[in-house]
Nanobody
Framework: QVQLAESGGGSVQPGGSLRLSCTAS????????MAWFHQAPGKEREGVAA???????RYLDSVKGRFTISKDNAANTLYLQMNSLKPEDTGMYYC?????????????????WGQGTQVTVSS
């Protein structure tokens, strides 16, 4: 079973930056895709960025140009660099693994989830 552990969340002012990390263990399949999901208070979980085994990314339109997803295969770590943060980016951020490698932003595709890390953007 895949274990995922997110870190890097915190509180920042609008316009600030954060870098989230997700360390994965318990699997070695290079065909998996991974993604970051955002859940704002009182709202559904929403995929913001995904990356496939070749490193090709996919982004939600609202984060394009501000967020960058990347991964270090040797370290089994997924990253999300978040720049120009806005108050609406506030919420929990979860990393997830899609064992079929679809690289889509639909939560139903993802079988394994971390516990999440909190991001708060406020002045």
């Amino acid at each position: 079973q895949v274990q995922l552990a997110e870190s890097g969340g915190g509180s920042v002012q609008p316009g600030g930056s954060l870098r989230l990390s997700c360390t994965a263990s318990g699997y070695t399949n290079d065909y998996y895709s991974m993604a970051w999901f955002h859940q704002a208070p009182g709202k559904e979980r929403e995929g913001v960025a995904a990356i496939d085994n070749r490193g090709a990314p996919r982004y939600l339109d609202s984060v394009k140009g501000r967020f960058t997803i990347s991964k270090d295969n040797a370290a089994n770590t997924l990253y999300l660099q978040m720049n120009s943060l806005k108050p609406e980016d506030t919420g929990m951020y979860y990393c997830a693994v899609d064992r079929h490698g679809f690289r889509r932003l639909f939560s139903v595709d993802y079988e394994d989830w971390g516990q999440g890390t909190q991001v708060t953007v406020s002045s």
